[in-house]
């Protein structure tokens, strides 16, 4: 079985805005708003850019974020994404 890709209309479909060191998001199909704090913002950016399975965008994130690579990143990865997929800003395929 291959893993679940992750994927995102971000871009087109949320308004962002910096706000004390975190991201206001307005996602407009569900008039939602959303407080996210990073990891989160930049792995919607990345799975914007192209859709991703959890080891892809942990090797991704870490790189754009300068962390190592590790079972840890990757646990907080996963987490993040089921936290994003439940608010409705991430799809799985």
Not at 20 to 41: E, I, Q
Not at 70 to 90: K, P
Request: charged fraction near 20%; aromatic fraction near 4%.
């Amino acid at each position: 079985m291959s893993a679940p890709t992750f994927r995102t209309q971000f871009l087109q479909h949320c308004r962002t805005h910096p706000i004390d060191g975190m991201t206001l998001v307005f996602h407009r199909p569900s008039g939602t708003t959303h407080f996210l704090d990073s990891p989160a913002p930049e792995m919607l950016d990345l799975l914007a850019a192209a859709p991703m399975d959890a080891a892809r965008l942990t090797s991704a994130l870490c790189a754009r974020l300068g962390l190592d690579e590790d079972s840890e990143a990757r646990t907080v990865v996963e987490a993040r994404l089921a936290q994003l997929v439940d608010a409705g800003l991430v799809q799985v395929d």
